[in-house]
């Protein structure tokens, strides 16, 4: 890792640490959450929105020129954000809405029978699954906006044919890098950290994490890069 990629890799830790100071995410377990905790939620989404798009874009510089500007940060953020903003909007609001017509159709047949609730629950599992899928081939769409400066939907359908032209390779790539999160999320609950370490333990879970997404945004970078043609086109 280089002096650019340390920068970067230390700002996404700072951020991982102070955003649980400055809001407390269990209270969106509680049942009172005011207007202002709304407000603020919707502040900070912004704020990480704006900070990933800045880190993503030059980690993108990195990878396609082996260079990167420090002045040129939050410019190049502002550039990317509200397009990628729009993609993580729109995928959430289709994997949500997917979800919940599902559970919302389960729910209603649950006074039935048992059998009849699973054949209901199968079918609404069947009807979410390609919908879900076709949404799944999507997920580069954020990495081809950082490459290719397009538009959203432009790059939601590129994102579209190279998933499914690479997808045997990318399983591959997702499945060793979720293994890689599972442990950085999870692998805590392997020892009990005495309480006085605690602090210690969130530290160094931040500096994993941030170090992690450093690594996995620049392989599916380059691997995007080294597999188009420069007019954006697969390669035949």
């Not at 995410?25 to 603020?40: C, N, R, V």
């Not at 309480?195 to 392989?219: D, H, P």
Request: hydrophobic share 55%; glycine share 6%.
């Amino acid at each position: 890792m280089g002096r650019s990629e340390a920068l970067l890799w230390c700002i996404t830790a700072a951020w991982l640490l102070a955003s649980p100071f400055i809001y407390d995410t269990e209270t969106l377990l509680t049942a009172d959450i005011l207007p202002k905790d709304l407000a603020l939620l919707a502040g900070l989404f912004l704020l990480d929105g704006f900070i990933t798009a800045c880190v993503y874009a030059a980690l993108k510089d990195l990878v396609v020129t082996g260079a990167w500007r420090s002045r040129d940060f939050l410019l190049n953020g502002a550039h990317f954000f509200g397009r990628l903003m729009m993609y993580k909007i729109n995928a959430a609001f289709l994997a949500m809405l997917l979800v919940s017509i599902a559970l919302g159709i389960t729910g209603a047949v649950n006074s039935l029978s048992l059998a009849v609730t699973g054949v209901v629950f199968t079918a609404a599992l069947a009807w979410i699954a390609l919908p879900l899928f076709f949404l799944a081939l999507t997920l580069y769409a954020p990495l081809i906006i950082l490459v290719d400066d397009v538009f959203l939907y432009p790059a939601m359908r590129q994102s579209y044919r190279f998933v499914r032209e690479h997808l045997p390779y990318l399983v591959v790539l997702v499945f060793v890098f979720g293994l890689l999160w599972a442990f950085a999320n999870f692998g805590e609950r392997l020892y009990n950290m005495p309480q006085r370490f605690v602090l210690v333990e969130k530290t160094g879970k931040a500096i994993a994490l941030s170090y992690l997404e450093i690594v996995t945004i620049k392989a599916f970078l380059f691997y995007y890069c080294t597999n188009r043609t420069n007019d954006g086109k697969l390669p035949e």
